[in-house]
C-alpha cells in the first residue's frame, strides 16, 4: 500500500493509539496532521515524523469544543483520511453516574467524531474519494459493570458509523470503524490510577489482573491498533463500507 500525495488527520494524535497511527500513516507516505488538545505532544509527534524523513506538521484541536473544530478544519483545508481517535473513558457505578459525565463522555467520543466528520465530508465528496476510520471499542458491542457511560457513547459513535456508511454507498468514500480491547496507553493507566484509588490496591496487581483477563494475557499493543486501522485505507478496501475490525484477542464472540 502507498498513501503517497494523501493528506491524513489524526485526533488525539499526540500519544498512544494516536501517535503509533500517525506514525503508521507516515510510513505509507501520508502527510499526516497531528491533532489533540497538547500542542507540545503533538508538535513533539510530528517533529519525531519529520527527522525520519516523513511529512507531519500539528495543528491542535479540542474536538469537545465546535468552535475549535471549525478552526481545525479552516487551518487545514480538505483531507483524504480522516482518523477519528480521540476519546476519554471512565468507570462509575450506574447510580454514581452523573449527567456531567455522561454529557462529557458522549461530547468526546460520538459528538467529536459526528462534528468532525461533517467538517471532513464534504472535501472528500467533491474529490470523490476519502477515507473515514471511527476508533471505537468493543463497548461499542457489549455492556460492562461501571462503564454504562462509556458504552453508550461508543454504542453512538458505531450507530453513527453504520448509518453514515449506508449514505456513502457510491460516493467513493468509506467509513469504517476499529473496535480494539483493552490498549496499553496512557488511557488504559489512568483507568488503572482510578481503581487504585477508589480501592487502595496496588497499581501493578491491578494492571496484572488486567492483563490476566484480556485473551492470551496481554493487552493489546497501540502498533497493532494502528496497523488495523491501515486495513481500510488502500484503493482495494473500497468494499469495506459500515464494517467492524474488533482486536480483543479472540475473546469477543460476535
Known amino acids: 500500500m502507498t498513501l503517497d500525495g494523501r493528506k491524513a488527520l489524526v485526533t ?40 525520519e524523513g516523513r511529512s507531519a506538521e500539528a495543528v491542535r484541536c479540542d474536538v469537545a469544543d465546535p468552535a475549535s473544530i471549525t478552526s481545525l478544519a479552516r487551518d487545514v483545508g480538505p ?87 449506508a449514505e456513502l454507498v457510491g460516493t467513493g468514500v468509506t467509513v469504517n470503524t476499529v473496535c480494539p480491547g483493552y490498549v496499553d496507553t496512557p488511557m488504559t493507566d489512568a483507568n488503572i490510577d482510578r481503581i487504585a484509588a477508589v480501592t487502595g490496591r496496588e497499581k501493578s496487581d491491578i494492571r496484572q489482573r488486567l492483563q490476566a483477563g484480556q485473551p492470551g494475557g496481554r493487552l493489546i499493543t497501540p502498533q497493532e491498533v494502528a496497523h488495523a486501522v491501515l486495513t481500510f485505507l488502500p484503493e482495494a478496501a473500497a468494499g469495506l463500507q459500515g464494517s467492524s475490525l474488533v482486536l480483543d484477542g479472540g475473546g469477543l464472540r460476535r
Open 12 to 51: 488525539g494524535g499526540g500519544r498512544g493509539i494516536g501517535a503509533a497511527i500517525c506514525r503508521a500513516l507516515a510510513a505509507e507516505g501520508a502527510h499526516v496532521v497531528v491533532s489533540a488538545r497538547s500542542l507540545s505532544e503533538i508538535e513533539a509527534v510530528a517533529a519525531a515524523l519529520r527527522e
Open 79 to 165: 483531507v483524504d483520511i480522516l482518523i477519528n481517535n480521540a476519546g476519554v473513558s471512565a468507570s462509575a457505578k450506574f447510580m454514581d453516574t452523573t449527567l456531567e459525565e455522561w454529557e462529557r463522555l458522549h461530547r468526546i467520543n460520538a459528538t467529536g467524531p459526528l462534528l468532525m466528520t461533517q467538517s471532513f465530508l464534504p472535501g472528500m465528496l467533491e474529490e470523490g474519494w476519502g477515507r473515514i476510520v471511527n476508533v471505537a471499542s468493543i463497548a461499542s458491542f457489549v455492556g460492562d459493570k461501571y462503564i454504562t457511560a462509556y458504552a453508550a457513547a461508543k454504542h453512538a459513535l458505531m450507530g453513527m458509523t453504520r448509518s453514515l456508511a
